[in-house]
C-alpha cells in the first residue's frame, strides 16, 4: 500500500499544485499569529494570576481545542474543508483579542475555552485537505511542506512578540487576530480543491466511524504512543517558560529559544524527509519519537542558553521526522470517507496533550524540579518502543507501512 516517489524532495514540493501552496502561505500567516499563545502564560502572570491558576487556563483552551478537533473533523467530512478553515479563523479571531483584554480569572477560563475551540477547529480540514490536494505518492513531501511552512511562522512569531511584549502582550494577540482574518480569506477565496467529500459514503459511514476507528489496533497504538510524545512537545508551551525563568534567562531569550524551534523545523524539514526515505513509517516514526523524548531530556543537563539550545536541536529533528511522517501514515490508512475523521482523532491527541500537559507539566516539573527531564526522555522512549512493536511486521507489507519518496537528494 502507498505510491513510492521517484523525484527528489525538493523537485517533488516545486511540483505541488498552485492551490497547495496558496494554502502554504495561509498556513505561514495563521502560525505566525497563532503563536501568541506561547506568550499568554506570561500575561496571565502579569495580571497578577498564580502559576496554578495560569496552567488551568492553558488548560481550558486545550479543553476546548479537544472538543474542536472532534467538531472540525465531522464538518470537514460533511461539507467545504475550506469553509470549515476559514468560520475557524474567524472566530479565532475574536478570541484572541479577548485573550488580550479581559482580566477576571473566571472570565479568562471561558475565554480560553471559546477560543481553542474555534482557533483549532482548522486543524484536521487542513490536513485533510492536504491530503486532498495530492495524490498518495507525494504526501509525505506535502505535509512536510505544511510543515515547513507552518513552523517558518512560527519561527518568526515568538521573536516578534518577544520584542512587542516589552509594550504589553495585547498587541501580540492583537497580531493574532489579524492574522486569523488573513488566514480566512486566503483560504475561502484562493484554495481551490475539492468542494466537499464524497458525501454519501460520508454519510452512510456516519455510525461506524467510532466503530471502524476503535477496530484499527495499530492506529490506536501509533495515537496513544503519538499522545505520549506530544505530552513532552507541549511542554514548550508551559514548563518551559518556567524552566528558562529558572535558570536566569529573560523572555527575550525564552522567545529566541522557541522561535528557534520553529526555524529548526523549516529548517530540517525536508532534510529530514530525505534522510529518512527508505526507513518504513513505524521505524521512522519511533525515531522521532526516541530524539524527542532525548532532547527534553538534554535539559537536565542546561545551565545556560547554549546548552538549552541544544536541547531544543535535538527535539526538533525529533519533532520534524515524526509530526509529517505521522499525518501522511494517516491519510495512508483512512478510508477516503472518513480521512478527515481520522485526522480529528490525530488532533485530538494534540489536543488531549494540551489539555492535560499544563496542569501535569507544571505539577510534576514544581514536584520533581530538573528530574522531571528525566521522565520527559523516558516518554518519548516508551513511545518509540511501542511504535516498533507495533509495527514489526509479521511477514509481507505491513499496512500503512508506506515509505517515504524513495530519493534521498534534496536538490
Known amino acids: 500500500m502507498g505510491t513510492i516517489e521517484t523525484e527528489s524532495t525538493w523537485t ?14 495561509a498556513a505561514l500567516i495563521n502560525r505566525f499569529g497563532n503563536s501568541a499563545i506561547v506568550f499568554l502564560v506570561f500575561h496571565l502572570r502579569a495580571i497578577g494570576l498564580s502559576a496554578g491558576q495560569a496552567g488551568f487556563v492553558l488548560t481550558a483552551y486545550g479543553l476546548g481545542g479537544l472538543g474542536s478537533s472532534v467538531v472540525g473533523g465531522h464538518l470537514a467530512d460533511k461539507i467545504s474543508r475550506q469553509r470549515v478553515i476559514s468560520g475557524s479563523a474567524v472566530f479565532a479571531c475574536v478570541g484572541f483579542l479577548a485573550l488580550g483584554q479581559v482580566h477576571g480569572y473566571r472570565v479568562l477560563v471561558l475565554v480560553s475555552v471559546c477560543t481553542g475551540l474555534m482557533a483549532e477547529m482548522y486543524r484536521p480540514a487542513a490536513n485533510a485537505l492536504v491530503a486532498d490536494l495530492v495524490p498518495p505518492g507525494k504526501r509525505v513531501t506535502a ?13 518568526v512569531g515568538p521573536m516578534i512578540g518577544g520584542l512587542l511584549s516589552r509594550e504589553g502582550t495585547g498587541y501580540v494577540f492583537g497580531i493574532a487576530a489579524a492574522c486569523c482574518l488573513c488566514y480566512a480569506a486566503l483560504v475561502l477565496f484562493g484554495v481551490r480543491g475539492p468542494a466537499s467529500p464524497v458525501r454519501g459514503r460520508a454519510r452512510a459511514g456516519r455510525r461506524s466511524a467510532l466503530s471502524t476507528v476503535t477496530r484499527d ?3 490506536l497504538t501509533f495515537l496513544a504512543a503519538y499522545f505520549l510524545v506530544m505530552l513532552v512537545l507541549m511542554q514548550y508551551q508551559s514548563t ?7 535558570i536566569g534567562l529573560s523572555q527575550r531569550e525564552f522567545g529566541i529559544l522557541v522561535g528557534l524551534n520553529g526555524m529548526l523545523v523549516v529548517i530540517l524539514s525536508l532534510p529530514a524527509s530525505a534522510v529518512t526515505a527508505t526507513l ?4 521512522a516514526i519511533a525515531l522521532g519519537f526516541l530524539l524527542t523524548g532525548v ?7 542546561a545551565t545556560d542558553v547554549l546548552l538549552v539550545v541544544v536541547a531544543v536541536v535535538v527535539a526538533t529533528m525529533g519533532e520534524v521526522i515524526f509530526i509529517p511522517r505521522g499525518a501522511a501514515y494517516v491519510a495512508e490508512i483512512a478510508p477516503v470517507e472518513m480521512r478527515a475523521r481520522y485526522m480529528s482523532a ?5 489536543s488531549l496533550s494540551l489539555v492535560v500537559s499544563p496542569v501535569l507539566g507544571i505539577a510534576a516539573y ?16 516508551v513511545a518509540a518502543a511501542a511504535m516498533l512493536v507495533s509495527h514489526r511486521p509479521p511477514g509481507g507489507t505491513v499496512l500503512g507501512e508506506e515509505r517515504a519518496p524513495a530519493a534521498t537528494t534534496i536538490g
Open 12 to 25: 517533488s514540493l516545486r511540483s505541488m499544485p498552485a492551490a497547495v501552496w496558496l494554502l502554504y502561505l
Open 143 to 155: 505535509f512536510a511542506g505544511y510543515r515547513l511552512f507552518t513552523n517558518a511562522g512560527f519561527a
Open 217 to 219: 489496533r495499530r492506529f
Open 240 to 246: 518551559f517558560a518556567l524552566f528558562t525563568d529558572r
Open 280 to 283: 518504513r513509517s513505524g521505524i
Open 295 to 301: 532532547g527534553f531530556g538534554l535539559n537536565l543537563f
Open 346 to 350: 490525530l488532533e485530538s491527541a494534540w
Open 366 to 381: 514544581e514536584a520533581a524540579g530538573r528530574s522531571f527531564w528525566i521522565i520527559c526522555a523516558s516518554v518519548g522512549a
